[in-house]
């Protein structure tokens, strides 16, 4: 049985055309004063040296429902994300994450979660730096708790003027409709990563075929056991790397029950809510088993986990996409 922490929970969205794979775009320093972000999109742009590379998206309208489990819990139902807004190209990487750890000399927890086959154990040895297996800098950072991602990105907004932030906003974690809307592209059919049906090891990097026990796989284009170097597979239709697979993603959705929503940009008071969402597989996941942009797991706030990493957006509000 699963640690008690965990769950899962299918949200039946819904998505897309298939549009081709964006062309790499040159990276500008910092987002253009002179536009908006509808004005930028497919754009890309890096605020300060370490800060992660972003890229601009359009809103627009999508379908979402629910599924706890494989119980129906919300009819699909139309949403809509109102304004464009700017999300980072890649996971958050060691490399990037480590500038902050020094910047800020940032001691962090001891311990973190690793798999043993079908349960989650805590091993107090882990860390970000020493997560079970090699990563190099250019790998997603894992074992970082919900507030440990929300201190950097404290940190990171810390180096944006005050122009920036009220133009553009500021960094944050993505609300769980945000990470459906860009996972799916904006869509509003039926969703297959690459259009091409259930996701693979060739299109992304998640574990065996089979689970309990679970775990990694190497095969096809998947050279990795364990996290594989950001960008190793190709980007969705947004240019956005490993919106599938290699590492969950972390939003701010409570994951307590169902698929309810807390909107909140900064950490949720325990009292409210006890579990996060994480959205996306990763390399410990079966690739077949779900469309994984309709499965949610959940874990608690200062739970770290070798399988967990996370992406910052940036806009200027929230939108719930309601």
């Known amino acids: 049985m699963l640690n008690r922490n965990i769950f899962v929970v299918v949200a039946v969205l819904v998505s897309v055309i298939v549009f081709p794979a964006s062309p790499l775009a040159q990276v500008s320093t910092g987002p253009d004063f002179g536009k908006t972000y509808d004005q930028m999109v497919g754009t890309r742009f890096r605020d300060c040296i370490g800060c992660p590379e972003m890229t601009v998206v359009p809103g627009g309208a999508y379908i979402e429902g629910a599924r706890q ?97 009220s133009r553009f906003g500021i960094y944050r974690l993505p609300t769980g409709h945000e990470w459906e809307f860009v996972a799916r592209r904006g869509a509003t059919r039926t969703y297959d990563y690459f259009g091409a049906g259930a996701i693979r090891l060739d299109t992304a990097n998640f574990g065996a075929e089979e689970c309990f026990p679970c775990g990694g796989a190497v095969r096809g284009h998947d ?68 469309n994984w942009m309709e499965i949610r797991g959940a874990f608690g706030w200062e739970t770290r986990n070798n399988a967990n990493g996370f992406r910052v957006f940036r806009s200027l509000i929230a939108d719930g996409g309601r």
Not at 228 to 241: D, E, I, R
């Open 69 to 165: 489990y494989m119980e129906l819990v919300g009819k699909p139902h139309p949403a809509n994300i109102d304004a464009g807004f700017a999300v980072a190209v890649y996971d958050v990487t060691r490399k990037e994450y480590a500038q902050f750890v020094r910047e800020t000399h940032r001691t962090g927890g001891p311990g973190c979660q690793f798999l043993d086959g079908a349960y989650w154990r805590e091993d107090r040895r882990l860390s970000w730096e020493h997560p079970g297996f090699t990563q190099g800098d250019n790998y997603p950072v894992v074992c970082v708790s919900y507030h440990d991602a929300t201190d950097y990105i404290d940190w990171l907004n810390s180096k944006l003027p005050s122009e920036s932030k």
């Open 223 to 290: 050279r990795w056991l364990y996290t594989s170097p950001v960008g190793s597979f190709a980007p969705n239709a947004f240019g956005l790397y490993d919106i599938a697979g290699n590492v969950w993603q972390m939003t701010t959705e409570c994951a307590d029950d169902g698929y309810g929503e807390v909107l909140h940009l900064q950490p949720l008071p325990t009292g409210e809510c006890q579990l996060h969402g994480v959205r996306g597989g990763s390399f410990n996941d079966v690739p077949g088993l779900w």
